[in-house]
């Protein structure tokens, strides 16, 4: 089964005309021949563009449809720099996607809490509408952002790097990217809600929970007072780890459970359903965040908007954990699937599961600089 | 890729043998060779048809399955009349079937607040419910109203006209019918809760919100009271605007979060977790209309059916901003969509971002005529 | 496109061997040569059988999948017991499936209204519990059913004899079948939560709407109490249309909006989302029992349980508008869909709009003797 | 029909090239050439694995894609571990992740009930999040376990050896690791959850229900107050028998209601509506557990954590019947099922349903051994 093959089976892109190039092969780099040589007509996108591209740490090779890369109009200097950022531009408009849902049910639930000229006489939604908002924007975030891979959340590219071999100098781009759409994002919901922010705060009033009217939790998460720090830490962490260990099942067409399902159409709508159900089974103490763009990004955007220093200092200085625990959580929920699961190509199927190179790092580094050497000797950084 | 290809993609429509016309084929007015005409035998459907379809701006033939147009029965009048109307009898029956869906549970939400003896104990049914019901709405009307490429929005249909090449003149007869099909609906989910509108307002009584006991509610939106006019105009905008972008990301086979998961086959439930998203998240502040058809339609039935002229004045003469800023917002979703990810052929990608068509109108003006003029002498219209 | 053809679009059913027998293939009495025909292998199911299958209205061949017919156990009493009542028997288990989980969450949510143990300290369920109930009894009714054709419903029976050529003999036992479903479903229901009705009513007191306590709704459906007759028979008329309607759309493989999507596939989780959508759209006001075998036969049940002669007399002997309502509802709606937009073989596609039967009677049924007559001559009735 | 047609049925496994063995073809070990037979190159997994697989009744080949097998990782100490302790280390994770969100959800909604400083004023969840926690937990679990058949029940495991011809053998491994998961999963909920439930009880206050202020419900199942001992043991039997007969309509693709609608890829989706269903709708009387691995695991880690001696004396010593009854409720879901519609190899589908084996024991053992013995000359045990 080679390469053309397993695309094929992850759904159905045909790849016998050399029509898409996927960021997101497993080593792609490693490939001495690219699937775009195999095309007769030459494509658009000149070396300077790979170049441009190769710095910001991407695959030489935008994500294109051939036949869109050969129109006349990819000359265009826009046209040009949208194939430069594709990755980063598709995932800062699924983060924006993301966000905006999820920031929006919060909105609406929290600052329509309890009006009775509501049809039904109880508000415009209720907890659950929140599990609805995070999960259907994760999953149209993932419709969004396809061409990048889709991943949303830097701890998620964070273990993908570690166990799965996307590139590590792709991570920057992407963590930026992901950052801003959070950030953005959160201005957009904060716009379209100033006055119910103000009807129910006051003008130019804006407090941080555990405050009675506190509208800060609409942008980013503030943990439950009965919370000890280790606690916090702990609700972010294993939340991200089953986060990290169910997409890697989803993402595992090796494993039948997936692959006699025909696991790749349904992606998106069971990161729906991962997502609704970390926050009705794991939202309550901290407010599941289990990604850093989608807390820090708003956060930011919250101080910005005159939430004051309380969004850095509330809950003990909170903030600083759904930064470092996903990426903490991400990291377990990986190794726990590949340890019990995945037989292919993973850090935990070499020596010592792995644990070698930090025993020998000299050798570690050594083998990814001749790794690197042989992409730069290939042409494809 | 061939238009042929394209369709293959799209949803597996085996076009080899030219069994449909579709009317949404990009620019498909432009082909010098109909798919049609490949066919060996001789279709009913008469140019004298053709012709009263181009005189309503369709494509001049309707599509339709091959081997029920070789069907004897097309020869009788209304299959000829049904022929010559399909894609407005889709629209107007797609548009129908979303708001009996919609407006019936808001109906059913707001008529029963409260009510002790239902199951639970407090209604029948709560915000949610209203959420799953034009969600649930949109999705079995694009099953519907297939034949006409299920826009359900006269927004939607103009951002298609402009960004996806859909010929505009068809837009006014997509038009009368989406907003016929609101007014239907209405009418006929008025008639099934008029007993619970008199047990609720008082025989002969009907209100528009903010009274207490209003019923308006029920067919069109009212904006809540702490809304300033540039707040609801940017309420609706952005909820308009989310939604175009998610829809031309659903629509976008060359986007592989679409392509790489069969994205034709999962429009239709991806439409419902849209709309349901923008209900839950976006639809308190003005109702999120976000569609021409499904306000002013309802809004004229009420006001025929005797709400009286507060239909217009209430919030300030809110009435003129669900049926503007869905277009701006359409139209604004799909830039960002077109300017972020979309590599194919749309204005964003000709010279300028498309805007030397408005700083040189003479040239624009006359590329149209030529496009017309061809379609003409090819006989298509 | 022959037969075989628009079955591989159907559902993948692979026909070129001929493995299965569909008893719904439109007009298939009247095809000269039954696709198992074309099997090398002899088939198990006898003559004997077939006469058998035959006097009960159904084709004289059971659908089978044809490894399991050629087995030897295909000989054994019971095995041909089940293949001859191969139909009712999944027509059963389907309204079985269906009102167990109806019924079911009805009773859940109408016995712990407002208890206060239950996590969330307010019952266990609510009124969108059961949409939920009846929405995936009906999703997962369709999918044990298969084998009939999945009805459910005389009323959708009744619609697709007219309109899509199910031959009429089959309706009698097929609606036997339905109602003894409901029938038998509403008796486990009771037997499940026999001392929850009892710490609700009392011991051996079983009361009906609008008594208080009453637990017949848990049943069958009773109208609200502000109703009139005949809005009572237009509520169930209507949601009975729109659902024909849509089953329709949804079946129609020439309907793009199907096509496209691959329809069949999505058929059960389409029907979820219907049936949900009629639950919290119009199910307030007589409880939309759009179905006799989902009314009628847990009615039944509960007067032989002891609810007494209320389940008849209540609403003003309304017990007979669910019986009634949902086929002229059905018919209409299937009406609409074949006015509006279905192109294929229908009485509405003959002259007239089909309305010259009515008014020759005594040419259509010599028309329809001929074609019975044509039947037993190729044998097979 | 062979096989091989049959696994291209399912879910468009590529069996023309060998790349996976499937642990759930029916009666597997009897076919005299196995499909690895036919790869060209040599497969890692030695005959020792083989044998050390065969010891604890797993089929002698893991299932594991041949691609993966190839690679020399395989030859490494763990993967070694893991290719012998497959099936067991999917049941675990799958059951792992069921659990999780299933008692999570439990936790969360109990926990936090009436809760006024949360999004909604109301509590984080309500009964129906529950059915929300189990069904997708079902769900995701059915993903992850994929390689074991994903039964993640042992009432379930033992009515497909019963029915479906799994290996007997393969029972106990298969509980072991299922009733594994459950009660790691409990523990983890523990720890994530043990601020709030000191909190709500105080701390190293541990009590059950029907105690108001119990916590000993969020992991295992305690019945109403009101349930006579049989209504208890009905619920359960009930809801199981209502969980084997739609699975195993779900599982059989000669159903035309599955195949046709390619009921493989559907089978996650499924679940998640029928539990989600059993929950809503026969969940409240006894906690729906229909699952030993569900109930005894967490039950066991709550008493190891100290509820006491009640978890086992609670509701007369309920604690047994969640054991029990789902092996009566599934055993007799299957009968019906294979007794109404299956027409495969089945004990239902022997001379007298099977109940001959019963009657004359002697034979059926003898059989039995024959079987083995069969299997052992093979070489496959």
């Known amino acids: 089964m080679d390469t053309t093959e397993t695309f094929h089976k992850k759904g159905g892109t045909d790849w016998s005309s050399p029509t898409q190039i996927s960021p997101n092969t497993q080593y792609d780099d490693d490939s001495p021949v690219h699937p775009y040589h195999r095309g007769s007509q030459e494509r658009r996108t000149s070396p300077k563009l790979n170049k441009a591209r190769g710095r910001m740490g991407l695959h030489p090779n935008a994500p294109i449809d051939e036949t869109h890369d050969l129109a006349p109009h990819q000359d265009l200097l826009w046209s040009r720099i949208r194939l430069a ?3 980063p531009f598709a995932e800062f408009l699924g983060v924006f996607v993301l966000v905006l849902f999820g920031n929006g049910s919060v909105a609406q639930v929290l600052l329509s809490t309890g009006q009775k000229t509501a049809p039904g006489g109880n508000g415009f939604g209720e907890y659950q509408s929140i599990s609805w908002g995070w999960g259907l924007g994760v999953m149209l975030g993932v419709y969004v952002a396809g061409d990048s891979g889709a991943y949303l959340n830097p701890a998620v590219t964070f273990a993908n790097c570690y166990y799965r071999g996307l590139p590590w100098r792709r991570f920057p781009v992407y963590f930026i990217a992901q950052v801003l759409g959070g950030f953005v994002a959160a201005g957009v919901v904060y716009a379209n809600y100033i006055n119910a922010i103000n009807a129910l705060e006051g003008h130019g009033i804006r407090t941080v929970p555990p405050v009675a009217t506190a509208t800060a939790g609409i942008f980013c998460t503030y943990p439950q007072t009965f919370m000890t720090k280790a606690s916090m830490f702990f609700s972010e962490f294993i939340a991200s780890a089953i986060l990290m260990l169910v997409i890697f099942a989803l993402k ?21 359903f991962l997502i609704f159900g970390i926050g009705a089974c794991f939202g309550w103490e901290t407010g599941y965040a289990i ?8 956060r930011l955007m919250s101080y910005i908007l005159g939430y004051g220093n309380e969004v850095w200092s509330a809950g003990g200085y909170y903030f600083w954990i759904p930064m470092v625990a996903p990426f903490c959580g991400c990291m377990f929920g990986g190794f726990i699937y590949d340890l019990l699961v995945y037989t292919g190509p993973s850090p935990i199927n070499t020596p010592w599961l792995g644990l070698k190179r930090f025993l020998k790092p000299g050798e ?4 990814v600089r001749q790794h690197e050497q042989r992409n730069k000797d290939e042409g494809v950084v």
Chains 1, 2, 3, 4 share one sequence.
């Open 85 to 87: 950022l594709r990755e």
């Open 291 to 298: 990604n850093l763009a989608r807390d820090f990004g708003p």
């Open 364 to 367: 570690a580094i050594k083998a």
């Open 252 to 272: 595992d067409d090796t494993n039948n459970g997936v692959s006699m399902q025909g696991g790749g159409n349904w992606f998106p709508l069971g990161m729906f």
